[in-house]
Every structure is written in C-alpha cells, then in structure tokens.
C-alpha cells in the first residue's frame, strides 16, 4: 500500500485527482493539502508518507523552495513534481533540491499512475516529455567538444569518484540529488561500455576518459 498526499492550491484538478488516486486499491490516499504548511501543521494526524505530489505554483510560493521544509518533517517521503511547466529550468531545480521525480500535468493519469509506481519502487521518474528535453541538453553541452564523450557534469562525476566520494557526497558536491547522481552514473556506464565504479576510476588513472585529467 503506497501513502500517499497531494499538495496543489487548485481546488477542482486536486478533488479530480484526489478521487481517482483514492480509486486505486495500491493507495491510500491521506488527503489533499492546498499549502505545505498545510500538511505539516497535519503531521501528527497521517501516517508515515511514502510519496508527496507537489505542485510548483502554490498561491504565489514556488513549491520548489518548499522541498527542503517536506524533507526535514517527513525524511524518508519521495516527492513527485506535479507541473504544467516542462522547462530544463524547472526539472533541474527540482532534482537540485531534492525531488525524486517529475511529472507534467495535463498528461493520461496513466502517466502519473507509472510515475507513482516507478518512485515508489524504483526511487525516480521523469516524464517522457521532461527526459527528451534534458537529454537534448546534453547533448547540445557535448556538441561544443564533439571529440569528447562526456558532458562536464558527467566528467564532475568520474571526478567525484576518483576522489573516493559516495554517490551521496557527489550529490552534495554538485548540487544535485542522489536519483541524478545515479542517472549520470548509469549514462557513463553506457557511454564507455563498462559496468563498474572501479572500472571508471581505473580508465580515469590511465588517462582514457577524453577531457579529464587527474589532480
């Protein structure tokens, strides 16, 4: 059972999908919340939170600066970033301060539903929509150095490892959150056709990987 609560000021799209949430017999819905500080003033009243969708534009507040306020009350929830804004802009603060995954409104609830699904079991989800444009700006970073085969942020990850950090403390470093951290490392993976942390470590120590350098 995924416990789950909905933080959007719209009063008429959250009763929509509040009511069909509450129809999914995998959920158990803990009610629909207009502000955060709504739902934390409630905390003594729900369970513990398994995923919280929040919405970006709350009654003049950005949701977004809200995440940190969620995390310290409930530290083990999962956000999913409800929003009509699709901008590399708006994903990237997201993940910055600590969303787990993202995605659009206005889309078939079936996306939300595997969007609710794939946070709760795997850790992430981006929309479809949301993973096109950030992977178009990769790629467009990588084109300034077409004989380069990894992005700067990337090359800041292989960094992190040589440096012996955990996946944690490369998040901190760049600023990111732990589920991005794991993105780029899976893109590197694929990227120098390899399958571990040592094996990137040890092709940066033989000077292998275009555009890094040790020390």
């Given amino acids: 059972m995924i416990n789950l609560a909905l933080i959007d000021d719209d009063v008429k799209i959250a009763s929509r999908l509040h009511g069909w949430l509450s129809a999914k017999p995998e959920v158990f819905s803990e009610g629909h919340f207009q502000t955060v500080n709504g739902l934390l003033e409630s905390k003594s009243e729900l369970e513990e939170l398994d995923i919280i969708l929040l ?3 709350l009654d003049g507040t950005n949701g977004i600066t809200q ?7 409930f530290p083990n929830v999962q956000i999913i970033i409800l929003s009509s804004h699709g901008g590399e802009e708006y994903v990237f603060s997201a993940l910055r301060a600590g969303a787990e995954s993202y995605c659009l409104k206005g889309r078939n609830p079936e996306n939300l539903w595997e969007a609710i699904k794939d946070t709760y079991e795997k850790g992430s989800y981006l929309d479809p929509l949301v993973a096109r444009k950030v992977t178009n700006y990769f790629s467009k970073k990588s084109e300034k150095d077409p ?3 990894l992005t700067d942020r990337e090359l800041e990850v292989v960094q992190g490892l040589v440096d012996g950090l955990s996946y944690k403390l490369i998040a901190v470093r760049m600023g990111i959150a732990l589920n991005t951290v794991r993105h780029f490392i899976k893109v590197i993976y694929k990227k120098l056709e390899i399958n571990s942390k040592s094996e990137i470590i040890a092709k940066a120590y033989k000077g292998e990987i275009e555009g890094f350098k040790i020390g």
Avoid: C, Q, S
């Fill in 55 to 57: 919405d970006i534009e």
């Fill in 67 to 73: 995440i940190g306020r969620i995390k310290e009350v």
């Fill in 147 to 149: 004989n380069r085969l």
